[in-house]
């Protein structure tokens, strides 16, 4: 018994290991590689940018401003304050009287009627005086004044979708790290597949699209019943192989606030689970794998283990996966902004992969969230 458990086990490690190696080499190694051309902007399209808030006051007042002050000569801002208990309203108003480019949907609370982001992000666009859409969250800072100028430039041949990179504030303490490590993998991962003509996600805190692509694709119609997925599931569903490109300049990365409780994250990562049940099958089918054989490739060490297999074997496997990994993630950590996780990659990899299996669980049992 205990010698077919363990060749079962040593099997699972081969078929993992490789499968790992495939992704990483073949896949993340796309945008790895990937060196962008920051080619002169020629044209400078109108662009409204679209920003759904509830209950953001203090972020309102904080972060607005570098939205409504980007150096681009033609671009309105339009906040969708919806359904605020807090003082939005007022610091809305006083920037209106400051900045004419700015334009506030207001969403009252219904006793009856309740509704998603989604709801009000379809009020935003149709708000929009402009076909060229950019989307940010209310606690989200651009790196620079010309994030609008840079994002828009890629509206140009079939381009209808421009993808951007957000990453999350640095603080001490392990949780950042994780959180960072997470943004820093899915955003390699969606670079990566869009590289390859396989779009499938983008991150709404700093994502750029067409207002006839919205109408032509009926918006979130389809999805609308699922809480999140303003993002990723309108990528994922009007994404081609030819109509979507993807922006990494300094200049265009958004910082956001991350999550400060292992709840609240854990809380978060459990409504994008929500909506990653809606890819499309292909999707679904190659990011399991990914994520799958990541996981296996760690039980199965751990089962080896436990079997009491030769030691420098086991090390042997995990060395040369980590070798590889160190090699494809070090560019994409440095044109992410975030290289010092390099040598933390081991105990992050390690964790965040079981973070996603114990996430993988409980979402099975999840039915209803909530978009804020």
Known sequence: ??????????????????????FITIINSRFSKYKAVDEEILIKRPVTVIICARNEEKNLEKNLPLILEQDYPEFEVVVVNDCSGDESHMVLRGFASLYKRLKVVTINEHERFKHGKKFAVSLGIKAASNEYLLFTDADCEPQSVHWIEKMQRHFKNSTEIVLG??????????????????????????????????????????MAYTKSLFFKGKGFASHMHIPSGDDDLFVNQNARPDNVSIEIHPDTHVWSEPKRSFSAYFTQKIRHMGAGKAYRSEHKQMLSLQTGSAILFYLSIIALIILKAQWWMLLSFYLLRLVVQLVVFYPVLKKLAYKDLIWRVPVLDLSFNFYILVLSIVSLFKKKVKWK
């Open 165 to 206: 990179y957000s990453p999350y504030k640095i603080y001490p303490g392990f949780l950042n790290r994780l959180i960072r490590f997470e943004t820093f993998m899915t955003a390699m991962n969606y670079f990566s597949y869009t590289l390859a003509s396989k779009a499938y996600m983008g991150v709404g805190r700093n």
């Open 1 to 22: 018994m205990a010698d077919n458990l363990y060749i079962a086990a040593f099997l699972l490690l081969q078929v993992a290991f490789w499968v790992q190696l495939y």
